[in-house]
């Protein structure tokens, strides 16, 4: 009887748990190329959403419930049948629940505007770690890990460490891919940037800064206001510390970019008039190009 219990149990469990981490919802805009038939892309959108979500990419058991939610927006600039190849830019984000509401928050968002690949109409995406050569796979797996290795890390301090060497091994081995966005120092904003500068060591508080901001910040706020913006205002000191210590970085901008309307409503009518120009400060520091924005939570 025990043991015909424990069956049951673990049956019972693997219906409700899953290896796959992602809810990612995908988006093929084929809208600026004409004369070209949409079955294509309509494939190529289902192809993506099922290499996305039906991987198991770590050996982490996630419930339906808890999967990362992410989108990718992608918007095709030309299409060259003759080659099968796509000319792309992507919008991509990963959104977090925040504990105790109805509110989803952004744990990151950018733009890549060399995502560009190859692909044939109903061939199967294959992705080895170690042996790439098939550039959108490489770009898939990269999104998929860095969304994972984010969300790990606003749980717990430097949680999505090992997930995020993942990334960095993914970029080491796609540098002998021909397509743009891989290579160290061709850009500041290219997916290379963006995992170098997140898991340098200089840049270190502001992966502390994610647990602070999003577990001790956010997540508390729907029990105690108060307390949850003390820990956000603590996380923005990080963050104002790491931008100090790579001013070259452009992560904190970015982060302080997609949280502006956020950031605005956890300060305006809301703390004293002291931690709201030490936030005022900050943010205007790393981005004085939100400057206008940043004088509306001191209100």
């Given at each position: 009887m025990k043991q015909?219990?424990?069956?049951?149990?673990?049956?019972?469990?693997?219906l409700f748990?899953?290896?796959?981490?992602?809810?990612?919802k995908v988006k093929v805009n084929r809208?600026?190329?004409?004369?070209?038939s949409s079955s294509v892309f309509q494939t190529l959108e289902t192809a993506i959403t099922e290499f996305m979500n039906q991987?198991?990419?770590?050996?982490?058991?996630?419930s339906e419930d808890e999967r990362i939610d992410c989108t990718l927006n992608i918007t095709v600039r030309q299409y060259k049948p003759a080659d099968n190849l796509f000319t792309c830019e992507l919008q991509y984000q990963c959104i977090r629940p925040v504990w105790g509401s109805n509110y989803n928050t952004t744990i990151f968002s950018m733009r890549d505007p060399d995502f560009t690949f190859t692909y044939i109409e109903n061939d199967p995406l294959e992705f080895n770690e170690v042996s790439m050569d098939n550039n959108l796979t490489a770009m898939l797996a990269y999104y998929a890990y860095l969304f994972i290795g984010l969300d790990l890390d606003t749980f717990s301090p430097l949680g999505g460490t090992d997930v995020l060497h993942r990334v960095e091994s993914i970029v080491n081995n796609a540098q002998s891919l021909p397509s743009s966005g891989w290579k160290a120092f061709s850009d500041t904003r290219n997916r290379h940037a963006i995992i170098n500068d997140y898991m340098e060591t200089s840049m270190q508080p502001m992966r502390q800064m994610m647990y602070k901001y999003y577990r001790e910040g956010l997540d508390e706020m729907s029990s105690n206001a108060d307390r949850g913006r003390t820990a956000i205002t603590d996380a923005l000191e990080m963050l104002a510390e790491a931008h100090k210590a790579k001013a070259m970085s452009l992560l904190p901008q970015v982060f302080t970019d997609f949280k502006r309307d956020e950031l605005v409503g956890i300060y305006r009518g809301h703390?004293?008039?002291?931690?709201?120009?030490?936030?005022?400060?900050?943010?205007?520091?790393?981005?004085v190009a939100q400057t206008a924005e940043w004088k509306k939570l001191q209100r």
């Open positions: 015909a219990i424990i069956i049951i149990a673990s049956l019972f469990c693997c748990c899953s290896g796959q981490e992602l809810n990612c809208s600026a190329v004409q004369g070209t991987r198991a990419w770590t050996d982490m058991q996630y703390g004293t008039a002291n931690e709201k120009n030490k936030v005022y400060e900050i943010l205007a520091d790393i981005n």
